[in-house]
């Protein structure tokens, strides 16, 4: 089955640096698009960032770009994202998502709180 692990959240000052990881399984990795998204407290979760199949588009939300990388290891089922100049807005619990067969399948999230 469809397995998404998140892992690299943190507790971080403004202006830090965090680098996310989701391991993949149970699927051809290599043949999906990858996402980002995010939940603030209290907010909707929302797409943070997304990566082609084959790493070769990607896609931001613009509160981030800029700061942020996505990117992805086909050799190792991972997509990572990189993020940069965190700001207290940044928090959230960070989920990795995949489309398989029409259905989104969500890690169990890794918390990224931004506070000095």
């Known amino acids: 089955q469809v397995q998404l692990v998140e892992s690299g959240g943190g507790l971080v000052q403004p202006g830090g640096s965090l680098r996310l990881s989701c391991a993949a399984s149970?699927?051809?990795?290599?043949?999906?698009?990858m996402s980002w998204y995010r939940q603030p407290p209290g907010k909707e979760r929302e797409l943070v960032a997304g990566?082609?199949?084959?790493?070769?588009?990607?896609n931001y939300q613009d509160s981030v770009k800029g700061r942020f990388t996505i990117s992805r290891d086909n050799t190792k089922n991972t997509v990572y994202l990189q993020m940069n100049s965190l700001k207290p807005d940044d928090t959230a619990v960070y989920y990795c998502?995949?489309?398989?067969?029409?259905?989104?399948?969500w890690g169990q999230g890794t918390q990224v709180t931004v506070s000095s």
């Open positions: 990566i082609s199949s084959n790493g070769g588009g990607t």
């Open positions: 149970g699927f051809i990795f290599s043949w999906y698009a």
């Open positions: 998502n995949v489309v398989n067969n029409e259905r989104n399948f």
